[in-house]
Each structure stands twice: as structure tokens, then as C-alpha cells.
């Protein structure tokens, strides 16, 4: 999938419920061969995402800590 695809295709993406009142927070978006990342406060069509591989997102997670949730 192209970056345009992507980013055609931004729906469905989900804010952290720990995002802060400032709106400092990343969401996240699933989709059939990835996870993307996304800054929260950037909206535009042409922002930044990250994209990580099935693996590669299921290796952060369980990397993740209770101190980092």
C-alpha cells in the first residue's frame, strides 16, 4: 500500500485513553497487513505515519511495561 492509500484510508483510527487534555498523544489504526501510528494533533491528509509490521508491533507491545500504560 502507498503512503496516498494510506492516507486516503484514515478511518477507524483510535486515541489512546490516556491522551491528556492538551491532546498530547498518538492513535493508532489496524489494518489488514499493518498497525499505523499517527500524532494526534496532526489531522492533515499529508502528516506523518508510522507503519509497523504485525510483528514488529507485537514485539513493542510486549515490550511495553504497567509503569508505560
Known sequence: MTK???????????????????GSCVETRNTSGATLVRDSKDRRTNAPVLTFKPESWAAFLSALTPEDS
Open 4 to 22: 496516498k492509500e494510506l492516507v486516503t484510508a484514515l478511518g477507524g483510527w483510535q486515541k489512546s485513553s490516556h491522551s491528556s487534555a492538551s
